[in-house]
């Protein structure tokens, strides 16, 4: 028999390698391993945006939402988003709740973009971002963040820029690196939107974990509202990668084109979870103040045990995210690259963990990088500390 025909966009790539190596981990490793490759923490969702949800559900709120989103969680979208930041966007006509970030993401791509446009993307890259442009028929367009402090180079950024440029994503607070785009950064991307006729689609799920610096929205600097979309969500700041609800802020006549794109996508994000999010997002100013605080202090202790076996890294100002040097590793264990290596430590050592070259796009690139996640409770970060100290003892 003939096998199916696929089509030619899913061709383009592969299975996300952070969702194989979590699958990976689950296959390999016994009670003691870790797993910090994909990003979700290992620690209870907050209790009050628990209850919400199941209030909703025994309420029997089991029927489609509205499919832009329960006017009770626009309405707490907008009200944070004012609380936060100062400026308050429409629920009525500026406003998308959709299932993730993820979906905000294709949503927003998909409405507007047409096939043959060019997308910026930051290289290292959120793996997403290029199967999406793939998937709305854009061709992604890569500019280099440095290393060792992930700097943009404003002439490397002018260079991409072209009359076929229809979007940029910005990822701030970045992930892998947690690079938080500075002003200067933000202004010079401003400015070529502005040049060009270009939209800018941020993406800003780690909006609330910034540890040095401030994050700063694009749609904030002078004529960037009228020409940003900006995405973030549920999954990072409330613990809750799981419920698949995110949101787009956008001018009137963009969210018109990403609404419609997203009703016939998902139709729309589960309804009871609405109501538990629209809880969550009333939380007070001390419930980010104590998340930022309690991710610092594990990336910083973090560092310290990478660092003390022989890893090197600047240290991230945001998200939740090391990019480590593994070169010495690589070394002494005698494997390739950055694949083996991941491989290796998810197979015979029980730590998962995301090798670099998946957020570039030629590996050799990335392939002395690993990524580590540091979302987790104490002691799964202590367990992983006692894991890789007892592999690499003398190497610091
Ligand atoms: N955007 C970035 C940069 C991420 O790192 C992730 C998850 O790791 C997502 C989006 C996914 O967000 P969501 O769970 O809301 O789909």
Redesign the pocket.
């Known amino acids: 028999m003939m096998p199916i025909r696929t089509s030619q966009k899913a061709a383009q790539f592969n299975e996300s390698v952070i969702r194989e190596m979590t699958r990976l981990f689950l296959t390999h490793s016994g009670p003691e391993g870790v797993n910090l490759a994909q990003?979700f923490p290992d620690f209870p969702a907050p209790d009050a945006l628990k209850e919400a949800a199941c209030a909703a559900i025994r309420a029997d709120l089991n029927q489609y939402a509205i499919t832009w989103g329960a006017k009770s969680l626009r309405e707490a979208i907008a009200d944070k988003t004012a609380h936060h930041y100062g400026v308050r966007p429409d629920p009525e006509r500026e406003i998308t709740v959709a299932c993730?970030?993820?979906e905000a993401m294709m949503a927003a791509l998909l409405a507007l973009t047409n096939p043959g446009d060019e997308v910026i993307v930051f290289e290292p890259f959120?793996e997403n971002y290029g199967p999406d442009a793939v998937l709305s028929g854009a061709t992604p367009r890569f500019v280099r963040l440095h290393a060792p402090d992930w700097r943009l180079d404003p002439a490397e950024l002018a260079a991409v820029f072209n009359n076929k440029t229809r979007a940029i994503i910005v990822?701030t607070p970045h992930?892998p690196t947690g690079k938080v785009f500075a002003a200067e950064e933000l202004g010079w991307i401003a400015a070529l939107c502005q040049k060009w006729d270009v939209v800018a689609i941020t993406?800003e799920?780690y909006e609330h974990l910034v540890y040095e610096g401030k994050h700063l929205r694009l749609s904030d600097l002078p004529g960037m509202a009228e020409r940003t979309v900006t995405i973030t969500?549920l999954?990072k700041t409330y613990s809750a990668?799981g419920w698949?609800i995110?949101w787009l802020l956008a001018p009137p006549e963009a969210t018109v084109a990403i609404r419609r794109v997203h009703d016939f996508l998902t139709v729309g994000a589960a309804a009871p979870l609405q109501e538990g999010a629209a809880t969550a997002l009333r939380f007070p100013d001390t419930y980010y103040a104590e998340l930022a605080t309690r991710y610092q202090e594990k990336r910083d202790s973090f560092l310290a045990v990478l660092r003390s076996v022989g890893l090197t890294a600047t240290t991230p100002p945001g998200a939740y995210y090391v990019l480590a040097d593994a070169s010495v590793w690589l070394k002494t264990l005698k494997l390739p690259d950055d694949k083996a290596l991941a491989r290796w430590l998810v197979t015979e050592r029980d730590i998962a963990v995301v090798p670099g070259s998946s957020f570039f796009r030629v590996p050799a690139e990335g392939a002395n990088l690993i990524r580590f996640c540091y979302c987790k409770k104490p002691e799964t970060l202590e367990r992983a500390a006692k894991l890789l100290t007892a592999l690499f003892p003398g190497v610091a």
């Open positions: 990003g993730g970030a993820t959120y990822n992930n993406d799920i969500g999954s990668t698949r995110g």
